[in-house]
């Protein structure tokens, strides 16, 4: 067949991404989130291209297999880069108003490793100024937000409420949530979690305030579908294992998908409320109890681990993410962005997970995307690059993916497709004016 035969029957598409040094596609044989050494087969296919027509991926292999049949529309030459799917969030307080640098600057003076709890002032500081804004504030502040994770290569993001703390205040915050999902090119996930922690009026009482969780937030968010999940804060600070499991069997009945934040501060039964109400996922699990990581495994609850937040707690104690891969528990890794732990940075989680959890780059990459998608309701559709799915994809400036976690404290991220649309693509970008010499 002569040249111009055979380019008249390859199919046109939007993107055709070609030549790329890996190509991740973190597909695998067995459904379902990766466990054990599971988590370190990546897909690699080397010279690896994609083709992507109307927001979907329509064929992923070689270079020389996809362009036989597909011309681009725009064509992506990914040589000596790397092309993966792009990441997931699945931890963060993404809607709150105000900032807590003062209370930064308490930690870092202080005297003690120990004393980095958080004073319980900052923490009411950031609920009076959320209950204080108005919902358009909190969108402004959502999307600057949302800008910096895009930016980073996060496509899909999970929002837990919490700020709030009253029927109407958290219920502004999921409304926030939801219009930011119709605004911003990223998939923005709703969560829930009134019972975050106990509110001013409420303490010494917190059963009462437990009941206005049960009889008041949970049916109006479940019913107005301003949340897909519940999550509730089981710590000596917050709730007991009782009070969490009233919260998210009520949610259960309500129809949301129950998470449980868990085991941040010290052993409280975290992890085996999880695996006892069938939580989708356990978070923080710092201090998790082994019998507690054999339920959340025999359960198949996901981990949802968040170094950054040990990190800017200063408290130099990560969750055993070893034991729970030795232990087949299924883990994710979030950013746990919130007033406290300002990252909306994925690259930078796994930097972390890889320096202080001692993941290799391969688990951290399909915790932060695959096993981050299942934690979020979300794996039939994106997480992996595959035949079918959303095209939400990420060109990386770098050779191979060891690079995620290798080098760190920049910006690796070159090109950002999202839903088959090309949102951050720094090819397209003015240069900077310091790399003028000519004048
Ligand atoms: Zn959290």
């Not at 109307?54 to 064509?75: C, D, M, N, P, Q």
């Amino acid at each position: 067949m002569g040249k111009a035969a055979r380019t008249k029957t390859r199919d046109n598409v939007d993107i055709l991404i070609i030549n790329a040094k890996e190509l991740l596609t973190l597909v695998d044989t067995e459904a379902g989130p990766r466990t054990g050494k599971r988590m370190r087969e990546l897909g690699i296919i080397r010279d690896g291209a994609l083709a992507i027509r109307e927001g979907r991926i329509i064929a992923v292999g070689t270079t020389r297999e996809v362009s036989r049949f597909y011309k681009a529309g725009y064509l992506v030459n990914a040589q000596g880069k790397t092309v993966m799917p792009s990441f997931v969030d699945p931890h963060t307080h993404l809607v709150f108003s105000g900032s807590r640098e003062e209370d930064f600057q308490t930690r870092v003076e202080s005297t003690s490793n120990t004393d980095t709890s958080v004073s319980n002032f900052d923490l009411l500081q950031t609920v009076k100024e959320t209950r204080r804004a108005r919902v358009e504030t909190l969108v402004e502040l959502g999307l600057e937000r949302l800008d910096a994770m895009l930016m980073h290569g996060t496509t899909t993001v999970e929002a837990k409420s919490g700020y709030g703390l009253t029927t109407a205040s958290e219920l502004n915050i999921l409304e926030a949530t939801k219009r930011l999902n119709q605004l911003h090119s990223v998939n923005v996930v709703s969560t829930l979690m009134g019972a975050n922690f106990v509110p001013p009026e409420f303490s010494g009482n917190p059963d009462a305030y437990v009941d206005l969780v049960l009889t008041e937030m949970v049916p109006k968010a479940a019913s107005k579908g301003l949340a897909e999940f519940c999550d509730v804060c089981c710590e000596k600070s917050a709730f007991t294992s009782e009070q969490a499991k009233r919260v998210l069997t009520k949610a259960k009945e309500s129809g949301l998908k129950p998470k449980v934040h868990g085991d941040e501060t010290g052993r409280w039964g975290g992890a085996e409320v999880a695996a006892s109400v069938n939580a989708v996922s356990a978070e923080h699990l710092v201090y998790s109890s082994p019998q507690g990581i054999k339920a959340l495994a025999a359960k198949g609850v996901i981990a949802v681990l968040l170094p950054a937040v040990a990190f800017s707690m200063m408290t130099r104690k990560y969750a055993d993410a070893r034991m729970m891969i030795d232990n087949d528990v299924p883990v994710a890794l979030g950013t746990g962005f919130d007033a406290e732990c300002w990252m909306e940075n994925q690259q930078l989680t796994i930097a972390m997970a890889c320096h202080f959890m001692r993941l290799t780059p391969a688990e951290a990459i399909t915790a932060a995307t695959v096993n981050a998608a299942y934690a979020v309701n979300r794996a039939g559709e994106v997480g992996t690059l595959e035949v079918g799915k959303r095209a939400d994809v990420l060109v990386l400036g770098v050779p191979n993916h060891r690079f995620l976690g290798y080098r760190f404290g920049v910006n690796l991220v070159d090109k950002v497709i999202k839903n088959g649309r090309m949102v951050v693509d720094r090819d397209k970008q003015d240069e900077p004016i310091f790399l003028s010499k000519t004048e």
